[in-house]
């Protein structure tokens, strides 16, 4: 698991670097590929992490795909009695509902 968590960890931060410099479909790439390792983990602080990113990396896309991956991550973060990372994927996914309502963009 060791080698899987290193990569999945890798990418996730290269997402992050590719989302700082505007590479959003880089980005997407890099977080999905952490994704399922991420999630498979026994802690799922890594996990809803990860989800934040993509809807971050989404959201600046002007996809509406960033809602599913916020609403996990506030449940994951809830779970995990995460109140302030929760707080901010909700406030991310607030903001998205209101830019796509009813999935219009994808």
Known sequence: ?????GEA????????????????KDAEISLLRALPVLRDLPSRRFH???????GYTYEAMGSDK??????????VFS???LP?????????LDRCRLAFPLGELA
């Open 66 to 75: 960033a809602i599913g991956h916020l609403e996990e991550s506030v449940r």
């Open 48 to 54: 809803a992490v990860c989800l934040l990113k993509l």
């Open 9 to 24: 960890l890798f990418h996730a931060t290269l997402g992050d670097a590719y989302r700082g410099m505007n590479k959003f």
């Open 79 to 81: 779970k995990l009695r």
């Open 1 to 5: 698991m060791g080698d899987a968590f």
């Open 84 to 92: 302030r990372k929760a707080e901010q994927a909700q406030q991310v």
